[in-house]
């Protein structure tokens, strides 16, 4: 009791000043500042946007699929090897860079065949999220080869899928929204169902050895979300910036030049008639340069879900009017990654009632109306 006593009346004693800084200097975790400590553990304990790394996964996949089957009638001139940048000379340029491409490896018109229907395959298994750490794997090696054999015919969505393809083989992206999900929760039914006895030190050393495995993955997924998300923000400062120094952009008047390339002019009726508000063509050059230049330093409030509104309106623009489908939709994608988990778990959840009411609707459509009874006909009268 006595000394419970000293210990409270030290309490509620005041230290002198310096008291607490040279016990917070002792290098014990537990003195560590409280937003280092929440960061360490947020960074090895729990894995990070994992719905977010499944939008991301679904996306790019979907994307660069949909952009081989674009191109499959014109993939021997793009990659084959009736391409007038042979095989050969994608050789010589690769031992001066240092890419390297699976395409390159045989001059045979079978082998890039297979080759390609391999990538398509490669591509919808990738975005359903069937086996996706392997599948993460063979994806960035076929955007990879695909990027490396074509080099001069690639742009700023090519450059982008590529990085974002990199970075997901160190994310758990098949977490969610994935066949490799469904098979886990299917296997932990079946667990709960069926219980085996297990020698006790096997146990113990399949849990540490699970426990490290999850660790390990959560680190790597974790750091692999972090650079994806500074990558995007590098993006959209250093484009911010680089249009700032622009004179055209400086006086409104980018897209009136833009607009009137025929490179960039999938609908020249349309652009025309984009072109003839001057004033609305400038108001949207000073407010893209203003939204990627302030793009870093609204992540951290509420701010960043109009900004990323209004990224989402331009990204759609620029589809729309500048014919670039690939290089919005690689853009529009990334912008996800900013979007917390619980945005993305409401709208799994409305798409479970969506999908409910609909087949309840169905149901009902397809079940016959019951015959109303024949009232009965009074008899003649005589």
């Known amino acids: 009791?006595?000394?419970?006593?000293?210990?409270?009346?030290?309490?509620?004693?005041?230290?002198?000043?310096?008291?607490?800084?040279?016990?917070?200097?002792?290098?014990?975790?537990?003195?560590?500042?409280?937003?280092?400590?929440?960061?360490?553990?947020?960074?090895?304990?729990?894995?990070?946007?994992?719905?977010?790394?499944?939008?991301l996964r679904i996306g790019y996949g979907f994307?660069?699929?949909?952009?081989?089957?674009?191109e499959f009638p014109h993939r021997d001139e793009i990659w084959g090897p009736g391409s007038p940048w042979t095989p050969a000379l994608a050789r010589q340029l690769f031992d001066q860079t240092g890419w390297a491409s699976i395409l390159t490896l045989?001059?045979?018109?079978?082998?890039?065949?297979?080759?390609?229907?391999?990538?398509?395959?490669?591509c919808a298994l990738f975005m359903l999220g069937w086996r996706t750490r392997a599948m993460s794997l063979l994806f960035a090696v076929v955007v990879t080869s695909f990027h490396a054999r074509?080099?001069?015919?690639?742009?700023?969505g090519d450059n982008l899928i590529l990085?974002?393809?990199?970075?997901?083989?160190?994310?758990?992206?098949?977490?969610?929204?994935?066949?490799?999900?469904?098979?886990?929760?299917?296997?932990?039914?079946?667990?709960?169902?069926?219980?085996?006895?297990?020698?006790?030190?096997s146990s113990e050393l399949r849990r540490h050895l699970r426990d490290a495995r999850r660790t390990v993955v959560t680190v790597l997924h974790n750091c692999g979300m972090l650079v994806i998300a500074a990558q995007v923000c590098f993006l959209y400062g250093s484009a911010g910036l680089y249009k700032v120094q622009g004179a055209t952009w400086g006086n409104g008047t980018a897209l009136h030049y833009v607009l009137n390339l025929e490179l960039f002019q999938p609908w020249p009726e349309l652009s025309r008639m984009a072109d003839e508000h001057n004033v609305l063509i400038a108001i949207v050059c000073y407010l893209t340069v203003l939204l990627q230049v302030a793009f870093p330093f609204v992540l951290f409030g509420r701010l960043k879900y109009?900004?990323?509104?209004?990224?989402?309106?331009?990204?759609?623009?620029?589809?729309?009017?500048?014919?670039?489908?690939?290089?919005?939709?690689a853009m529009i994608a990334a912008d996800a990654v900013f979007l917390p988990d619980?945005?993305?778990?409401?709208?799994?959840?409305?798409?479970?009632?969506?999908?409910?009411?609909?087949?309840?609707?169905?149901?009902?459509?397809?079940?016959?109306?019951?015959?109303?009874?024949?009232?009965?006909?009074?008899g003649p009268t005589g």
């Open 1 to 55: 009791m006595q000394q419970a006593e000293q210990t409270s009346v030290a309490a509620t004693t005041p230290s002198p000043p310096g008291h607490g800084t040279q016990r917070a200097s002792a290098g014990t975790p537990q003195h560590l500042p409280a937003r280092l400590a929440t960061l360490l553990t947020l960074l090895l304990e729990q894995p990070i946007s994992l719905y977010a790394a499944a939008v």
């Open 63 to 70: 994307l660069y699929f949909a952009f081989l089957v674009r």
């Open 106 to 122: 045989s001059d045979s018109r079978a082998y890039f065949e297979v080759c390609y229907t391999a990538a398509l395959a490669t």
């Open 150 to 156: 074509a080099i001069f015919m690639t742009d700023g």
């Open 163 to 201: 990085l974002m393809a990199l970075y997901l083989v160190f994310t758990a992206c098949g977490r969610c929204w994935s066949l490799d999900a469904r098979r886990t929760r299917l296997r932990a039914s079946a667990a709960k169902a069926v219980r085996l006895p297990l020698d006790q030190t």
């Open 306 to 329: 109009p900004v990323l509104t209004m990224l989402l309106g331009m990204h759609l623009g620029i589809a729309v009017f500048l014919g670039l489908p690939l290089f919005s939709g």
């Open 342 to 378: 619980r945005f993305y778990r409401y709208l799994g959840q409305l798409w479970g009632r969506v999908a409910a009411w609909a087949a309840i609707r169905q149901a009902r459509a397809s079940t016959p109306a019951e015959t109303a009874p024949v009232p009965p006909q009074a």
